[in-house]
């Protein structure tokens, strides 16, 4: 199971779901809720999330709705069946990544051998980053059931 959870969203990669979750970090609202979720010690209801962003919880209740469809939050089932929500972020890493040749150079211009070697040192350290960044998001993973295990042995 670990790694599994990896996202790295690219607009070569999935343009729709990239699309969509820039969307859904473009508005203040949903990114208040957002860092509120990430810095809560529990699921958070609505009205609680509503309440520690500033607003009325209708529209948080949308917004909040928008982050699980983009996969950045989820819905954690309640047996008091009030909506609880956490946040959903690990592994996901939005990039955007610059043209190899900048727009405004001529594509009739060959590459020098400077720019091949830049390019490939470039691609070595991309390589060894998303390495790291697999083994960040096997460690949280890891970190996570761990507390899940700690909270099945010694329930509160």
């Known amino acids: 199971m670990l790694g599994t959870r990896e996202r790295i969203l690219t607009p070569e990669g999935d343009a729709?779901?990239?699309t969509e979750t820039c969307f859904a970090l473009s508005s203040g609202t949903r990114i208040g809720a957002l860092?509120?979720?990430l810095h809560a010690e529990e699921p958070l209801h609505i009205r609680e999330v509503a309440r520690r962003v500033g607003t009325d919880p209708s529209p948080v209740r949308t917004h909040l709705d928008l982050l699980v469809k983009t996969g950045l939050a989820r819905e954690?089932?309640?047996?008091?069946?009030?909506?609880r929500f956490v946040a959903d972020v690990s592994g996901l890493r939005l990039v955007l990544t610059p043209p190899a040749r900048p727009a405004d150079v001529p594509a009739s211009l060959p590459?020098?051998?400077?720019?091949?070697?830049?390019t490939d040192k470039i691609r070595g350290l991309e390589e060894k980053l998303h390495r790291i960044e697999r083994e960040i998001v096997e460690l949280h993973e890891e970190r996570a059931a761990l507390w899940k295990a700690l909270a099945q042995e010694r329930p509160s």
């Open 111 to 118: 590459p020098s051998k400077a720019i091949h070697k830049a």
């Open 35 to 37: 860092m509120t979720l």
């Open 16 to 18: 729709h779901r990239f």
């Open 76 to 83: 954690i089932p309640d047996p008091t069946r009030e909506r």
